[in-house]
């Protein structure tokens, strides 16, 4: 299997603009992470999904930030306006309920910088 | 959810010395996961200890758990320039073995920043 893989791999933007960043789970995996990393706050968990249906938002910092899982295999971040303390990596992370170990499977992020 | 954090924060030793990362916890646990950052990277699962283990190795790995005091630690034996990287653990809560999904993502520390000196 190719691994969680995450597009883009970096981001620079304007102020104000519109960000999406995409996510493609391990095939099979049933939860499905978005994690925001940066120096201040380490590693904050913005939302979680399973089966497709977001279980837990509260770590999504703004109404700016939403997120979709329109099928098993795609995600989807969006922050719309974007402002510079967006500035961070965006990690998505998947696993399987059938693990039974809670192992987390991490893309190699999206590293977003708003101007 | 749970909730690890590492101690040091930064660590710095020679190559081929040991290197030692400590994290403690607060609640219950399933199991206690530890994950290596490098630089510019995603994280990747190192090493798992369940609650009714004590130790675990795997390679030049070593973790030990103390569940009476809440704490876990990673030993690197003869460290490598390439172990070079942040060091995270993660707990897992007891639910995840009753409804086989768990009711939280993995929370993370700040890391443990390991350097090591050629």
């Known amino acids: 299997d190719a691994g969680v893989i995450q597009s883009p791999r970096h981001e620079v933007t304007e102020m104000g603009q519109e960000v999406t960043l995409r996510c493609k789970p391990i095939?099979?995996?049933?939860?499905l992470f978005w994690y925001r990393q940066t120096m201040m706050r380490g590693l904050e968990l913005l939302i979680y999904?399973?089966?497709?249906?977001?279980?837990?938002d509260s770590g999504m910092p703004e109404d700016r930030f939403s997120a979709k899982m329109p099928n098993a295999s795609f995600s989807t971040l969006k922050i719309q306006p974007s402002e510079p303390r967006d500035s961070a990596v965006y990690f998505c992370?998947?696993?399987?309920?059938?693990?039974?170990?809670?192992?987390?499977?991490f893309g190699e992020g999206s590293r977003l910088t708003v101007l | 959810s749970q909730q690890g954090e590492e101690d040091p924060q930064a660590l710095s030793i020679q190559e081929g010395e040991n290197a030692t990362m400590n994290c403690s916890y607060k609640t219950s646990i399933n199991n206690l996961q530890w994950y290596r950052q490098n630089s510019g990277r995603g994280l990747v699962h190192l090493i798992l200890?369940?609650?009714?283990?004590r130790e675990k190795h795997s390679g030049r790995l070593r973790v030990t758990l103390d569940t009476s005091k809440k704490s876990s630690s990673l030993l690197i034996t003869a460290s490598r320039a390439a172990d070079t990287a942040s060091y995270f653990c993660a707990t897992v809560p007891p639910s995840i073995q009753v409804s086989g999904g768990g009711a939280d993502g993995l929370t993370f520390g700040k890391g443990t920043h390991l350097i090591i000196q050629p």
């Open positions: 992370a998947s696993r399987w309920t059938g693990g039974d170990t809670g192992e987390l499977f």
């Open positions: 200890i369940r609650s009714n283990e």
């Open positions: 999904f399973n089966n497709n249906v977001p279980i837990d």
């Open positions: 095939s099979g995996h049933d939860y």
